[in-house]
């Protein structure tokens, strides 16, 4: 089966700007999540989905927000970028087991 | 879930074998121990995980103390390939549902040629 997918890998945005990462799961996984990694702060949990719904949140501004699709795929958005934003935001997806399977990760810069 | 606890850095020589501690003092029966790494700039991949029998698969070997409150990662022959940071996480298995994965900061393995 094919991994983790993410798109784009790189992006680069100024302050103010809103920008939206796509997450393709592995095949048969119904189970997407959201994570942000700074070197400050480690990898921290955004949000999971599970069948279209969001069923866990972590401690994050309104600003960052997401939606699974009906083929699983799921996408994250982000507002109003701030300078802080600036991280790998990574996907996991998994079955019904407690495994996740990370994908490559997108790296954005705000400017 | 329960926290962990692990060094933050090690090195291991090329060949050698690398032991990976991390302590989990407070964990509970229905926890598992779990084992990811990251190599730079990637996202985390899955090594291996336990309840409390030793666990063998190709990557690496997981050995849980027999009270489960500490456990260590081995990676046999370990390669320039394998540094990474390793983390170690406990938690009780979700089924059908959501769940939240909490990474600490995990060990930074260096392995020198």
């Known amino acids: 089966k094919a991994g983790v997918t993410q798109t784009p890998r790189y992006l680069i945005k100024t302050r103010g700007q809103q920008v939206t990462l796509s997450c393709s799961p592995i095949s048969g996984h119904r189970s997407v999540s959201w994570y942000q990694q700074t070197p400050g702060q480690g990898l921290q949990f955004l949000f999971e989905?599970?069948?279209?719904?969001?069923?866990n949140k972590g401690n994050f501004p309104g600003r960052f927000s997401g939606r699974q699709f009906s083929n699983s795929r799921s996408e994250m958005n982000v507002s109003t970028l701030e300078l802080g934003d600036s991280a790998l935001y990574l996907c996991a997806s998994r079955e019904n087991t407690d495994t996740q399977y990370f994908g490559p990760g997108t790296r954005l810069t705000v400017l | 879930d329960a926290k962990t606890t692990q060094p933050p850095s090690m090195d291991c020589a090329e060949g050698r074998a690398a032991n990976l501690p991390c302590n989990h003092s407070?964990?509970?029966?229905?926890?598992?121990v779990y084992w990811y790494r990251q190599i730079h700039s990637q996202g985390p991949q899955y090594i291996i995980h336990?309840?409390?029998n030793n666990e063998t698969n190709e990557m690496a070997s997981l050995i849980i103390t027999e009270d489960r409150k500490s456990s260590t990662l081995i990676l046999p022959h370990a390669t320039l390939r394998d540094t990474a940071v390793y983390y170690c996480i406990v938690r009780v298995p979700h089924s059908g549902g959501y769940q939240k994965v909490t990474f600490g900061t995990g060990t930074k393995l260096q392995v020198i040629p």
């Open positions: 989905y599970f069948s279209e719904t969001q069923r």
């Open positions: 407070t964990i509970s029966g229905n926890e598992y």
């Open positions: 336990g309840l409390k």
